[in-house]
């Protein structure tokens, strides 16, 4: 027992003094070209231009006809949403579709807030931070907070490393904290979560490991496979049905909200979200047909080694604020946010949510932005 107590506290001394190690390092602000061909000759258009969505009774009348001929396999019994989609459940949703859904509706209420247009280059997270860096400096703003979830908290990161004297703060409500020696740290925090800076809330979150981090994300990375390496052959069957782009993103709607939803019927998804909100979700999608360029983002970003990424081995320099919703997919504790965020000053066990936290309680997490915008005010 003594000996298991002894090799735990220096393997934690010598992991904690690793990666505590402050580098001031910032990455390289360049420029790319992603679109077809060579890049056009002479000054990039900086041009923002005013835009408003659309639609037609053409393109109305389509989605009907799609959604009409469609060919549902029924669901196993008692399956509820342990297989995906729940198709019985999902008829509900065609039905809301096809006669109640108002998409004209949800373009005026789009069209309240101003849309712009304009041409930036682009894509992997890190081209994708300079592009919204170069776009708030075309705004006019030297200086701007950054708040983000999912791929935003990875693209508010690279902010942060790309130009952290034009970025006050960045906001997370998801980490990408990707050392082999935190899932280390997993497997003794059973028994030593404390030596590690594990808070009772933390072991509660995480532990059983097996069911909380491995099984959990066994269950629900599928996706992330396929789109990390055949996007487009996943693409053609999504951009082509809107009834399986609905089914294939609704679904994380449910389980990623709750992973017991899946354990209901109809997978719990109006207990957080109104049908028109998640249909008029569906719906930018499908009229632009984005869903495949979507999801090749996940292609550019893991379809690399991205441990050797520069950008993996970075800190960032920047004030950082932490939300830590109950159920997100993956819980990450403040001491792991501090090794690669060092000047983490805000950390918030909030008391409900899971993955899509601005869609599902925008109250709570606005007030936790707003507090941690408070405190580097006052630094």
Known sequence: MWLEIVLASVLGFVIYWFVSRDKAETLPLEDGWWGPGARPPGREDESIRPFKVETSDQEIDDLHRRIEKVRLTPPLEDSRFHYGFNTSYLKKILSYWRNEFDWRKQVEVLNRYPHFKTKIEGLDTVATARIFYKLMLRLGFQEFYVQGGDWGSAICTNMGQLAPSHVKGIHL???????????????????????????????????????????????????????????????????????????????KFTTWTNSEFRDLEDGGLERKFSLDDLLTNIMIYWTTGTITSSQRYYKENLGKNIMAEKHQRMKVQVPTGFAAFPDELLHVPEKWMKFKYPKLISYSYMPRGGHFAAFEEPELLARDIIKFVGLVERQ
């Open 173 to 251: 409500n998801m980490g990408f904290i990707l050392r082999n020696f935190y899932t280390l740290t997993l497997i003794l925090g059973r028994r030593f979560g404390r030596l590690f800076g594990y808070t009772e809330r933390d072991m509660e979150l995480m532990y059983p490991f097996k069911e909380k981090f491995f099984y959990k994300m066994m269950r629900e990375s599928g996706y992330l496979h396929i789109q990390a390496t055949k996007p487009d052959t996943v693409g053609c069957a999504l951009n082509d049905s809107p009834v399986g782009l609905a089914a294939y993103i609704l679904e």
